[in-house]
């Protein structure tokens, strides 16, 4: 079997772009594949970390609390207040992509405003002034934490389309 331990440090991106694109548009195409692959490596072991909640029913309707739209709790009517979001909302706006350049995983959407507070954490709260109640969002860096338990993984297949790239192109 090929030695794991292979060190890639890419020094600038735009010269090996320039490279895999003289050898071929293939290449670039496959450098986009193993970007994409790396990505829905960790995607997939993030969507477990992400916190999901429980659908508890609403005392005042009895109606569970994704189905109470936010003007119907507050009597505050904001853009996001006619959106249903379901228990997992959260963990179903995770997806993946990719380009030449690099791949990503992204989380939230604009009926998922809150991606960003949950990962990141919002140290603010609570802030009566503003009517906002509860306390301070601790992080739950569920990404950072995914990638890091996949870097092996995420390294083996890269360094797999890279062979297959020389492979194909340079040998």
């Known amino acids: 079997m090929a030695d794991k331990t292979v060190a890639l440090r890419v020094v600038n991106q735009r010269k090996v772009e320039k490279a895999l694109r003289a050898i071929g548009k293939d290449a670039v195409a496959e450098l986009k594949q193993a970007h994409l692959e790396s990505a829905k490596i960790v995607e997939r072991a993030a969507k477990p970390k992400v916190p999901v909640r429980s659908g ?11 189905e109470t739209s936010k003007t119907a709790r507050t009597g505050y009517q ?24 690099a791949g990503v995983v992204r989380a939230g959407k604009k009926l ?11 140290p603010s709260r609570p802030n009566p ?18 990638m890091d338990e996949r870097r092996a993984e995420v390294e083996e297949a890269f360094y797999r389309y890279l062979e297959n790239i020389k492979k194909r192109h340079l040998d």
Request: hydrophobic share 30%; glycine share 12%.
């Open 56 to 66: 508890n029913r609403s005392v005042i309707s009895n109606k569970p609390y994704w």
């Open 78 to 101: 904001s853009r996001y207040s006619g959106s249903t979001t379901k228990p997992g909302a959260l963990r179903d706006s995770l997806r993946s992509g990719a380009s030449s350049r």
């Open 112 to 122: 998922v405003p809150y991606a960003g507070p949950v990962h990141y954490g919002w």
């Open 129 to 146: 002034e503003k009517g906002w109640l509860g306390g301070p969002i601790p992080p739950n860096e569920l990404l950072w934490d995914a």
